[in-house]
């Protein structure tokens, strides 16, 4: 018998984290909620990395992009306010994240530049959603940086 903490002989490991993803086609309120419960706890934990702070302005970016999607879109106009709300609630979280780190706060700004990292996180993000990603996201174009 194997102690704690060892495993068993023949015991199998979990697939790859990679390999457990499971993708949500076109849900991408969710995929922000769930990514910015990811920086949230890594900030709490107070392990704000680079790759945190890149995932962190992927989801920014792409707030924005679906809060612009919600708000043009035609339908009835108490669907457009739940999403609405529900990206809000995202935001608030986002930005009482970054209040807990100045690194964070920082990507915040207007005149912060959007990392090439982030900007790929946000392309692989609405990739693995199943959107077609806007031409000037396919280039890698740097305009804002």
Known sequence: MARPGQRQTGARRSAPRKQRRVHHRGDVISVLARTVREVEA???RGRVTPAVRTKFQAVALLLRDERARVR???GSES???EQLKRL???ATILARTAVQDAGLLALLAE???VSDAARSLKREMVRDLGIEPAPEEIGGSCRSR
């Open 42 to 44: 890594a900030a709490r």
């Open 72 to 74: 043009a879109e035609a």
């Open 79 to 81: 669907h457009r306010a």
């Open 88 to 90: 809000d609630g995202i």
């Open 111 to 113: 005149d912060s530049g």
